[in-house]
């Protein structure tokens, strides 16, 4: 017998279709009558040869009318080749949904024979394997129901059950297992697996090119007809999916160009790529709306942007790890990135010592050699009755009444000062409400339930965010504003709101940073992502690793190399990068002005960190921009 | 040669399939309705019952035993009806799993007529209670009867493959078709009586033109007359049923490759 369980050899398919459907008697005789019924010739199918061996597993892939189908049809024997020869050894066993072709008034039980007998089984057999299927469908307690109250899932289970109660010497499927549940699919994915192993050849169509990555070793991309590319199936995928971007994405700048000729106007002009500003035109573009961002800067992605030097995504606006603990902002984010697992356990180097972070039993057992919590506890409160303190006048006096000495002049002292460029008892009380203690041992910084890094950088997320929407870069809103006013509708303004006011009641002040990065000939230089500097000498306030933030990206490509970054914080100035709002009174109270103006203005909204002069998370930044979008949508969302 | 082996082997594999959908029509047939079985006895009753009345009370004809001349004829008549109806449909149906799997088409026509033939069999137990209830006469020649019904299956599967591959390219066949039927039973002497009051050229163009009558003039002879089919109507019957066989299946054959391109 032949090795290969199917061979094509240069099939032609070929219909001979009327160019319009006829398909009544009457239209017939007339159109004969004025003879014009024309037929064209539409091939299918060309050049089509494949062979494929025993056991192996082939995904078809390509658009809608490439072909896929039918090549399957023909290998079933559905159709008959017009040109060429198709041979098949051994018994093909297409998946089919119960219920698509078979009475729905049948109950599960007289469906699961009827069906085993249209694939050629005969009674006998289906007699002693019934058991098998049922067990396997899961659907005991449906057997004598109609199959017509059945979910899709359930017909779908039935017919997998059917289909491959005996391994198949060739399975053939086509777009069936899209359905059902996880649970469902994870059990067909298994039995698939176990019937490869078991020599069974797979056919397999379906326009999810991960599952066809999935499953098949091989791939056929077809395209109008034709085989484009054969060979293994990660690399036939990654081919087409690259090709279907590139149809996409000229689809979409042929629209845009379109939409440009024709003057169309924007519905809303959204100042800034960053976070806020993408969330904000992803949801209004999602309901309709046509937007235009831009950003003064070269990039998207505002102060979350990532670089990729030399591999490494390379946070190029301070170290961003993503938390949260509202389930849906993670589902949010989900939905545009692959988050990793990253947990954030920053160090803390103090002269030649060094503490985890944040504070908890691990700082405090190498600060003060103790183990119990309990021990700890009275060591700190101690401490913190030794002072005497009732109201704590400064910075300084505020953080020793909560931590007491050791852990203030080690670990919060210097690093402060640098932070703020002034000396601790300088700086007002109230910069530090709360300073945690954790009597665990417990490194992770955050308290959140859920933590990450996307996979490949933000602003690769940021990418995936404003797919489809217009985005202009180093386009500064007061001069585009000024030479195309009648482009756009409204405007969502997340630059810095007392600029938008040109600083009318003055300047709302900031504290800023300036990073120092530079390449190292490490592979690993500090061993974790994020090291801070407590002590005053060191002029930086930390050190960041990138490569650690991607800890799966270094396993996978090792390199001997490292980016790192130096923190050091600066006095702002009018024209420097803003970074930290300076929430005190008086900059509260002068921005309240500005938002006082900022609600005249009907056609604008203020939002993001510089709109509305707040430090954010990311993560409340994202909520943020969805409820304001749906505020302005009228959407009520929960 | 071969290829006629090849058939029957094919033929064998799915027989199965076959007593399986055949007995799915009647499953559902009988689930259906509320009565069931008892309906499809019931329904030829009930028909023979009004046609009676209006036939001898109103109309005035005379046919002696009328209720069993009639079912006699309608009963084959009816099978033939339903059975090419049905088998019209059977392939475009089934077009949702002829696309998906590879089935030799010809097996849902085939039982289609074979689940009427059933059916129909199986509701002779309506004519055996007129016949008890009129109190005819039994005539052995009523052993016939399955060479009768043999003709008239072969005639109706070779209508129904004809029928049914003509429907995947023109839907409107139907409709055609179900006026045909109406004005093929006015043609057929089912409720009236062939004789001397009707045209030569009626007489002829039944007699020589409408299979149907060669079918029911059997029924009638070997159940209501008792007796032997003359050998015109019997070997013509034969005659008819295979020519029809060979148009049907020859027409079938050569269209079933284009079938998936229009259901
Ligand atoms: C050092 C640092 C570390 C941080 N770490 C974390 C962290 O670990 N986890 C976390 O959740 N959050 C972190 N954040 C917060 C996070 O950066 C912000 O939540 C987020 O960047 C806010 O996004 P945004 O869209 O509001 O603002 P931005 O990202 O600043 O976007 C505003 C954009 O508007 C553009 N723009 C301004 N004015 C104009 C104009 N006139 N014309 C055109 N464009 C203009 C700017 O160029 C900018 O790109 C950190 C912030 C800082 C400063």
């Known amino acids: ?162 289909a491959t109660v005996v391994n198949p010497d060739i399975l053939v499927v086509d777009e069936v297992l899209e359905v059902g549940d996880m649970r469902f699919r994870r059990r067909c994915n298994e039995r698939m697996q176990q019937m490869l192993s078991g020599g069974t050849t797979l056919l397999y169509v379906s326009h999810n090119i991960e599952s066809v990555r999935n499953l098949c070793q091989y791939a056929v991309w077809l395209d109008e007809g034709k085989m484009r590319m054969v060979g293994p199936a990660s690399e036939v995928c990654d081919a087409y999916a690259e090709e279907q971007e590139t149809q996409l994405r000229k689809r979409q700048a042929e629209k845009r160009e379109l939409l440009r000729r024709e003057g169309k106007k924007y519905d809303y002009l959204i100042v800034g790529a960053g976070l806020y500003g993408a969330v904000f035109a992803r949801e209004l573009t999602r309901r309709g709306k046509r937007c235009l961002v831009i950003d003064k800067r070269s990039h998207i992605g505002g102060n979350i942007y990532t670089e990729d030097v030399d591999g490494i995504q390379v946070h190029k606006y301070g170290a961003h790890i993503f938390h949260t603990s509202d389930k849906k902002i993670w589902k949010y984010v989900n939905r545009y990135a692959d988050f990793n697992n990253y947990i954030n356990s920053p160090v803390a180097v103090y002269k030649d010592e060094l503490y985890n972070l944040p504070f908890n039993m691990n700082t405090f057992s190498r600060l003060w050699g103790l183990k119990k919590p309990q021990e700890v506890q009275a060591k700190i409160a101690e401490q913190i009755a030794d002072l005497h303190i009732t109201e704590p006048k400064n910075l300084e006096e505020q953080a020793l009444s909560l931590v007491g000495r050791d852990v203030y002049e080690k670990l919060i002292k210097g690093y402060t000062e640098k932070q703020w460029g002034r000396d601790c008892r300088e700086l007002p009380a109230f910069i530090i409400q709360r300073l945690p203690l954790r009597f665990t041992y417990n490194n992770n910084y955050f308290n959140d339930f859920y933590q990450g890094i996307p996979r490949g950088g933000y602003t690769k997320m940021m990418e995936k965010l404003l797919v489809n929407i217009d985005v202009m870069l180093e386009t500064d809103f007061f001069e585009y504003r000024k030479e195309h006013p009648d482009m756009f509708k409204k405007v969502v303004y997340t630059g810095m709101i007392d600029e938008y006011f040109d600083y009318c009641y003055g300047h709302l002040e900031y504290r800023s940073v300036r990073f120092e990065t530079e390449r190292v000939e490490e592979a690993n230089y500090q061993g974790n992502a994020v090291v801070n500097y407590t002590d005053r000498e060191v002029p930086y306030t930390r050190i960041i690793e990138h490569k650690h933030f991607e800890p799966e990206e270094e396993q996978e490509n090792p390199k001997d190399y490292s980016i790192i970054s130096k923190e050091y914080s600066m006095e702002w100035k009018p024209g420097i990068d803003p970074y930290y709002p300076v929430n005190d009174e008086k900059n509260n109270a002068l921005y309240e002005k500005y938002r006082a103006l900022a609600e005249q203005e009907k056609k604008v909204i203020f939002g993001g960190r510089l709109g509305s002069y707040r430090y954010y998370d990311m993560d409340k930044v994202i909520g943020a921009a969805i409820a304001d979008s749906a505020k302005e949508l009228n959407i009520w969302i929960q | 040669m071969d290829l006629l082996k090849y058939r029957f082997k094919t033929l064998f594999k799915y027989k199965d399939l076959i007593r399986e959908l055949v007995s799915r029509d009647l499953k559902l047939k009988y689930r259906r309705s509320f009565l069931g079985y008892v309906w499809s006895i019931l329904d030829p009753l009930l028909t023979m019952v009004v046609l009676t009345i209006v036939f001898t009370r109103l109309l005035g004809r005379k046919i002696e035993n009328y209720p069993v001349y009639l079912l006699s004829g309608r009963m084959l008549y009816d099978f033939m009806k339903d059975s090419t109806n049905n088998a019209m449909k059977s392939v475009v149906g089934n077009a949702a799993l002829l696309r998906k799997v590879y089935v030799p088409k010809y097996i849902f026509t085939l039982a289609k007529v074979t689940s009427c033939m059933v059916d129909m069999v199986l509701s002779l137990a309506a004519l055996l209670i007129v016949m008890l209830v009129t109190r005819a006469q039994f005539h052995p020649t009523i052993l016939l009867l399955p060479l009768v019904i043999l003709q008239l299956y072969i005639f109706c599967c070779g209508l129904g493959f004809f029928l049914a591959q003509l429907n995947v390219f023109f839907r409107d066949i139907q409709y055609i078709y179900s006026v045909m039927l109406t004005a ?49 109507i019997f070997w013509g019957g034969w005659l008819i049923a295979f020519v029809m066989l060979v148009i049907g299946v020859w027409s079938f054959q050569r269209s079933k490759d284009k079938f998936i391109l229009y259901i």
């Open chain 1, 1 to 162: 017998m032949s090795k290969y369980a199917v061979e094509v050899e240069n099939v032609k398919i070929r219909f001979n279709l009327a160019s319009e459907k006829v398909d009544n008697l009457k239209e017939y005789a007339i159109k004969l009558m004025k003879r014009e019924l024309m037929f064209q010739e539409f091939i299918a199918l060309q050049d089509i040869s494949l062979k494929i061996k025993k056991g192996e597993s082939w995904g078809l892939v390509g658009a809608n009318g490439s072909g896929k189908s039918t090549l399957l049809k023909t290998i079933s024997g559905i159709l008959q080749p017009y040109e060429g020869i198709v041979k098949v050894n051994g018994r093909i066993a297409p998946l089919i949904e119960l219920g698509a072709g078979i009475d729905p008034d049948l109950t599960a039980r007289e469906n699961i024979f009827l069906n085993g007998m249209v694939l050629g089984h005969s009674r006998e057999f289906m007699e002693k394997h019934f058991d098998e299927i049922v067990e396997f469908s899961n659907l005991e307690k449906f057997l004598d129901s109609p199959v017509k109250n059945f979910s899709s899932g359930m017909k779908a289970r039935l017919g997998f059950a059917v």
């Open chain 2, 184 to 232: 093929w039973m006015y043609a057929t002497p089912i409720i009236y009586q062939l004789d001397e009051r009707f045209p030569r050229w009626f007489h002829i163009a039944v007699k020589g033109f409408n299979p149907m009558y060669y079918y029911i003039a059997q029924s009638r002879d070997i159940i209501y007359y008792g007796n032997i089919p003359g050998p015109r």
